[in-house]
C-alpha cells in the first residue's frame, strides 16, 4: 500500500503543480527582473485594466499598440550611440578607398583615433560620417554590412556585443505585452536600415515594426536586376516631432502606451497619452553608476530634462533604474 499512496501523492504534486504554472494569478511572475515597485505595479494593473473582457477600459487587440524607443530604452547607450560607432568603424573600413581622408576632417582624426577631434565639428562632422557610411550601396548591400557588424562588434567598456547590451527587464516587458495581446513596435531616432537587420532576433520586434530615421531610397536595374540605392539624402528624421509623424505615417493607430528615455522622446510619450481611455508612458531614468551609467539633465547623450519634469508634473511611470530593476543586462552588473 506504501508505494500506491507514494505514488498517488507525487501524481497529485505534480498535477497541482502545473495548475499553478498555468491558472491566471498563480502563474510564473512575468517580470522577474522587475523589483515589486511601483512601476512593475503600474504596468500589471494597466495591462490587466486594458486586456479584462467586460472591463469599462479594455481594448481590442488590434488597438493594442506599444511603441518603444530604442538608444537608452531597451539597449544601452553609453559611451555613445551605438549607431555612430557602427559609422566610426565605417569610416576605418572603407578609408582604403578614400586616401585623401588622412588629411581630411572628420575623417583623418577618425583614423587616427581621435574621436573627440573628429566630434568636436558637432552635428556636421556627424552627417559627414554618417553620410558616407551610410549610403552609395544597395539596401541588401548595407543590410549584410549591418550584420556583419552586430555579429562581432564588441562594446568598449563591457567587452560584450552590442546586442548584448540590451535591458533584461525591458525584454521581459517586452514578452509580457505581446503575451497580453499588444502589438510591439520601435519608434526611435536611430536609421530604420540599421535597426532592421538585427530587432527581430534581439527584440522579437520584425522589420515591418520598426519606425526609425532614413534616407532617401532610390530604384535602379542592375544587370537586369532591380535594387533600391541608399542615396546621401536625408528623408526622414524620427525623433522629437518627428514620432508622432512616424508612428502616424508606419503605423497608422495611435499607441495606448509608449516608452522612452529622454527628452526625444517626450513628443511620443505625449501622443500617445493624448489619446481617449486608459494610457500609458513610461520613462527609463538611468540612476545605475555601477551596473550601468548615470545621467540626464547634462547629459548630450540621452538628455532627459524636459520629459523629466513632464513625467512628474502628469504623474507618468519613471523607472529608476537602480532601486526599481533587480538586475540590467542579460549577462549581470557592468
Known amino acids: 500500500m506504501k508505494p500506491y499512496w507514494t505514488n498517488l501523492i507525487h501524481t497529485a504534486a505534480v498535477a497541482l503543480a502545473a495548475i499553478a504554472w498555468n491558472a491566471p494569478g498563480l502563474a510564473q511572475?512575468?517580470?522577474p527582473s522587475w523589483n515589486d515597485t511601483g512601476p512593475k505595479k503600474a504596468i500589471v494593473t494597466f495591462v490587466e485594466r486594458v486586456t479584462?473582457?467586460?472591463?469599462?477600459?479594455?481594448?481590442?487587440?488590434?488597438?493594442?499598440?506599444?511603441t518603444f524607443d530604442n538608444d537608452g530604452t531597451l539597449w544601452a547607450e553609453q559611451p555613445m550611440y551605438f549607431q555612430l560607432a557602427f559609422a566610426l568603424d565605417r569610416v576605418k573600413a572603407l578609408a582604403p578607398l578614400h586616401p585623401d581622408w588622412k588629411d581630411k576632417e572628420p575623417f583623418a582624426s577618425v583614423l587616427k583615433g581621435d574621436i573627440k577631434g573628429a566630434l568636436a565639428g558637432g552635428e556636421?562632422?556627424?552627417?559627414?560620417?554618417?553620410?558616407?557610411?551610410?549610403?552609395?550601396?544597395?539596401?541588401?548591400?548595407f543590410d549584410q554590412i549591418v550584420h556583419d557588424w552586430v555579429t562581432t562588434a564588441k562594446h568598449p567598456v563591457t567587452g560584450k556585443l552590442y546586442t548584448e547590451m540590451v535591458y533584461q527587464p525591458m525584454l521581459e516587458l517586452l514578452s509580457y505585452l505581446r503575451g497580453n495581446g499588444f502589438k510591439t513596435f520601435i519608434v526611435s531616432g536611430g536609421g530604420i536600415d540599421f535597426m532592421r537587420p538585427w530587432t527581430e532576433r534581439v527584440y522579437g520586434i520584425p522589420p515591418e515594426q520598426v519606425v526609425g530615421s532614413s534616407g532617401k531610397l532610390d530604384f535602379e536595374m542592375r544587370d537586369s536586376t532591380p535594387v533600391l540605392m541608399k542615396m546621401p539624402d536625408v528623408n526622414f528624421i524620427d525623433d522629437k516631432a518627428g514620432k508622432p509623424v512616424g508612428i502616424q505615417m508606419h503605423i497608422g493607430r495611435r499607441p495606448i502606451a509608449a516608452f522612452g528615455n529622454s527628452d526625444g522622446d517626450l513628443q511620443m510619450l505625449e501622443w500617445a497619452k493624448g489619446g481617449g481611455g486608459v494610457r500609458f508612458a513610461l520613462i527609463v531614468h538611468h540612476t545605475d553608476a555601477v551596473r550601468e551609467w548615470a545621467y540626464d539633465r547634462d547629459s548630450s547623450i540621452g538628455h532627459l530634462d524636459k520629459a523629466l519634469d513632464a513625467a512628474q508634473a502628469q504623474g507618468w511611470t519613471v523607472v529608476d533604474m537602480k532601486n526599481d530593476w533587480k538586475t540590467i543586462f542579460p549577462f549581470g552588473s557592468k
Open 124 to 141: 556636421p562632422a556627424i552627417f559627414q560620417i554618417v553620410t558616407v557610411t551610410h549610403s552609395g550601396m544597395t539596401t541588401v548591400e
Open 29 to 31: 511572475d512575468a517580470l
Open 52 to 66: 479584462r473582457q467586460g472591463s469599462p477600459d479594455f481594448v481590442p487587440e488590434p488597438e493594442r499598440i506599444a
